[in-house]
């Protein structure tokens, strides 16, 4: 992976850069927005689809504030509703997620105001970093030591089957999901058609997919 | 069944026009639910965002008992294509052209030729003072020979056949 991100930065594309991982998050906004309208327009469904998509973003966000497993999920649950019932608001000039990110800290600061408690780690949520990550994080706040483990699992299988995906595979999913490029921007780094690059892509997922599903099938009832 | 690699490209918001459909297949379909799941779930751990997330059956069940939310539909105005400045000048423009035709002595015509050649006009007003002046010269010549009577021309003569008659 080192090999990619080095490759990638001494590539032969010097325009490759924040301007276009913009344009590659206006595409994921536009992809938001569209799942918005359907919402919007009387469908339950694609609400679903945007939850699924964004509740670990919000459950980390959320456990900055609170410790307590149960108090974060029911946290992220409330946002995800108020979200819901504001949606008709919602006008798609910010990104749906920037939107979304804000309910949720409203959310969990109420939270904490009606139940009259300090968060747990002010400095953790005072940085302007949507996305801040630490580590621990990763494996923490499920239920149960045993769906603690399976998420632990979830994690370490994800990233071994990254490590014997082959090269063509690993690199294609690296630059989409880590250096967050667009697919004709992976064609230009890797100098392959666009359709190469969807497949490769898919291959990556399908095969770290067939690795975790057995995982996904146990715990607290269905994912999707 | 829409292929999983087409819920691939739509979880990179590179999906293109097919999005609808694809929607609605992923919506009647527990594999591609399960695909956009687990495709998310990968790129979340890749990112370092996490595998922990709330629980879909709860939510959907919270969701379920909701009232379903239906934006009203924006009234988007048509945008009128000539802009304000665009008015404005056309506006002086008018003005400017009904003032030069009011209070000049070219006729439309005049103003259309002057516009296009101005050479032509400067040449059409010099032949048309001539003109004039040719004009002022038989009036006065006939004012000299027509009767001095009621009015002028032929009008006195018919005034008079009409009482013989």
């Keep these: 992976m080192e090999a990619i991100l080095q490759r990638l930065h001494s590539g032969p594309s010097p325009k490759i850069g924040a301007e276009l991982v913009a344009s590659v998050k206006l595409s994921e906004k536009e992809l938001d927005l569209q799942l918005v309208r359907r919402v919007q327009g009387g469908d339950k469904k694609a609400f679903e689809l945007l939850f699924s998509k964004y509740q670990r973003r919000v459950n980390r966000l959320v456990s900055r504030f609170v410790r307590s497993d149960e108090e974060v999920e029911d946290i992220v649950q409330d946002s995800f509703i108020k979200a819901y019932r504001a949606l008709p608001a919602f006008r798609g000039d910010s990104a749906f997620y920037t939107w979304l990110y804000r309910i949720a800290v409203n959310t969990a600061k109420n939270y904490l105001v009606s139940s009259s408690r300090r968060p747990h780690a002010i400095s953790d949520y005072g940085s302007t970093d949507e996305d801040g990550f630490r580590e621990d994080e990763l494996v923490s706040h499920m239920n149960t030591p045993e769906s603690e483990l399976i998420t632990r699992e979830i994690a370490e299988t994800v990233n071994s089957t990254m490590s014997d995906l082959p090269d063509d595979l690993r690199e294609a999913i690296t630059l989409r999901e880590i250096e967050g490029l667009s697919y004709e921007e992976i064609a230009e780094v890797m100098g392959c058609p666009i359709g190469t690059v969807r497949s490769r892509i898919f291959r990556a997922r399908e095969a770290i997919s067939e690795k975790i599903k057995p995982m996904l099938d146990v715990g607290e009832g269905k994912r999707w | ?165």
Aim: glycine share 6%; aromatic share 8%; with cysteine.
């Design chain 2, 1 to 165: 069944m829409v292929s999983k690699e087409k819920i691939s490209s739509l979880v990179d918001g590179e999906s293109g026009e097919e999005f609808d459909q694809l929607l609605d297949e992923i919506h009647a379909s527990e594999h591609c639910r399960e695909a956009w799941y687990s495709y998310n779930l990968i790129g979340d751990v890749l990112n370092k965002t996490g595998v922990a997330g709330a629980s879909l059956d709860r939510f959907r069940r919270s969701l379920d008992a909701e009232p379903t939310v239906i934006a009203p539909r924006v009234r988007v105005k048509k945008r009128d294509s000539w802009n304000p400045f665009v008015r404005i000048a056309a506006s002086i423009s008018f003005v400017g052209v009904l003032g030069w035709y009011v209070f000049s002595d070219l006729s439309p015509l005049d103003v259309s030729v002057a516009w296009k050649n101005p050479e032509l006009t400067s040449r059409q007003i010099a032949l048309e003072s001539a003109y004039d002046e040719a004009i002022a010269d038989y009036l006065a010549a006939h004012n000299q020979v027509a009767p001095r009577a009621a009015g002028p021309g032929m009008i006195p003569e018919i005034l008079e056949e009409s009482r013989g008659n």
